[in-house]
């Protein structure tokens, strides 16, 4: 059963940054793509960022030219890093994996608090 465990959360102030990571518990070349997921208090799981196993990245307009998702493949994680934090950052975030073997396969982890609050 594949596990991802999600880390790094926090609090902190508006402007300020903070480094999610995504470990997995097999070699992340198995999945395509890897995301970063958030869900605010009373709103739908959005997607965050994206990347693919050839680092191809997506982002939300709303985090573009903030945040950065990255791979490491020696590590297996998946990390985002988030600058220039604004409240409505603010949720839950949520490590997701894909694999297509003979069906799609979406695996996530229990989520890590992110707050952005002065």
């Known amino acids: 059963q594949v596990q991802l465990v999600e880390s790094g959360g926090g609090l902190v102030q508006p402007g300020g940054r903070l480094r999610l990571s995504c470990a997995a518990s097999?070699?992340?070349?198995?999945?395509?793509?890897m995301a970063w997921y958030r869900q605010a208090p009373g709103k739908q799981r959005e997607v965050v960022a994206s990347?693919?196993?050839?680092?191809?990245?997506n982002y939300a307009m709303s985090v573009a030219g903030r945040f950065t998702i990255s791979r490491d493949t020696a590590k297996n994680t998946v990390n985002l890093q988030m600058n220039n934090l604004k409240p409505e950052d603010t949720a839950v975030y949520y490590c997701?994996?894909?694999?297509?073997?003979?069906?799609?396969?979406?695996?996530w982890g229990q989520g890590t608090q992110v707050t952005v609050s002065s």
């Open positions: 997701n994996a894909r694999k297509i073997e003979g069906g799609t396969y979406d695996y």
């Open positions: 097999e070699n992340i070349g198995g999945f395509n793509p």
């Open positions: 990347i693919t196993n050839d680092d191809w990245a």
